[in-house]
């Protein structure tokens, strides 16, 4: 999470980079991270639950949650950055 762009840094953005997909594999939510301040560990981004939004969001939130069969919350490992734009166009 270090090369994370810090909070505000792409505010004049209009298609900033998502740089780290994080879902709840038993809860069908996902939050892609824009942005990140590691000294409060907030972060800023698009959140897809009940339903698509950008927002902020604690890094102690999201570890603490759990989905309906209890799993936590991972990251895709497998996710390239790319602009919000393409994360919006996806199911």
């Known amino acids: 999470m270090a090369?994370?762009?810090a909070l505000g840094a792409t505010s004049e953005n209009r298609d900033p980079i998502v740089q780290v997909?994080?879902?709840?594999p038993?809860?069908?939510w996902t939050w892609w991270v824009i942005e990140y301040?590691?000294?409060?560990?907030?972060?800023y981004?698009?959140?897809?639950?009940?339903?698509l939004e950008f927002g902020t969001f604690t890094l102690d939130e999201v570890?603490?949650?759990?989905?309906a069969l209890?799993?936590?919350?991972?990251?895709?490992l497998h996710f390239d950055p790319q602009p919000v734009s393409?994360?919006?166009?996806q199911p």
């Open 37 to 43: 301040d590691p000294e409060s560990r907030i972060a």
């Open 70 to 76: 209890g799993l936590p919350v991972e990251r895709d």
């Open 45 to 51: 981004g698009l959140v897809r639950g009940l339903e």
């Open 3 to 5: 090369k994370l762009p």
């Open 21 to 24: 997909k994080w879902f709840t």
């Open 63 to 67: 570890e603490d949650l759990r989905g």
């Open 86 to 89: 393409q994360v919006t166009d």
């Open 26 to 28: 038993d809860a069908n």
